[in-house]
């Protein structure tokens, strides 16, 4: 059964340090996506990539975040200068279409100290 | 290996009929399940979730039902409106372990006025 991989499972950082999630989509879907979930809280979208490009996104995914695609094979996510609100769990999932098909990796724990 | 299954990708029901999704898993440490709505572009959004103590639990229209010894359980919806097309999510948790939500791939579910 094929994986959507993230590495590392767990993370920790110092406020205001560049971070980067990484993400193995499953190898023939198309659409790509990270949430994020805060302890105790909701899953939450972050955002969509499609084509290359950032399909939707909401408005947690500010300026201090983007996604990347650089090699065909990993999706990653990146947050500029990390605050201690960015701790959460984040999630990327990848799907054939957008309607269903969702595989979901097993999460990356950022911890921001 | 995928823990949590839904083999239905999609389920269409006529409106005012009842939906049930269906989730089955294999992890034997799971003790709390969770039903999550998609709406496209946005985060799953909470339904209702079941305690692995517990067989049943109702909220409103929406009713979870497991059957541990099955490893089986299922997200009633009665009756069924338009309003509630959208992907479903089951997931499940060790909550004495990982923590870590581990999705299904989810079930596309089409209420027809």
């Known amino acids: 059964e094929p994986e959507v991989t993230q590495t590392p499972s767990h993370q920790v950082t110092q406020m205001g340090q560049e971070v980067i999630l990484r993400c193995v989509p499953i190898?023939?879907?198309?659409?790509f996506y990270w949430y994020r979930q805060i302890l105790g809280q909701k899953v939450e979208f972050l955002v969509s990539?499609?084509?290359?490009?950032?399909?939707?996104k909401s408005e947690i995914f500010d300026d201090q975040f983007s996604v990347e695609r650089p090699d065909g094979s990993n999706f990653t996510l990146k947050i500029r200068s990390t605050k201690l609100e960015d701790s959460a769990m984040y999630f990327c999932?990848?799907?054939?279409?957008?309607?269903?098909?969702?595989?979901f990796g097993s999460g990356t724990r950022l911890t921001v100290v | 290996d995928q823990q949590v299954k839904q083999n239905s990708p999609s389920l269409s029901v006529q409106e005012g009929r009842i939906s049930i999704l269906n989730c089955d898993y294999t992890?034997?440490?799971?003790?709390?399940f969770l039903w999550y709505k998609k709406y496209p572009a946005e985060g799953p959004t909470f339904l209702i979730s079941?305690?692995?103590?517990?067989d049943k639990n109702e909220d409103g229209r929406f009713t979870v039902f497991l059957n541990k010894s099955a490893k089986h359980l299922s997200l009633h919806i009665v009756p069924s409106q338009p309003g509630d097309s959208a992907v479903y999510f089951c997931?499940?948790?060790?909550?004495?372990?990982?923590?870590?939500?581990?999705f299904g791939k989810g079930t596309k579910l089409t209420v027809n006025p």
């Open positions: 190898s023939n879907h198309l659409y």
């Open positions: 999932a990848s799907s054939l279409n957008q309607d269903a098909g969702y595989t």
């Open positions: 992890n034997s440490m799971f003790d709390y």
């Open positions: 079941i305690s692995s103590i517990k």
């Open positions: 997931a499940a948790v060790n909550q004495g372990g990982s923590e870590k939500l581990v």
């Open positions: 990539f499609y084509n290359n490009e950032i399909s939707e």
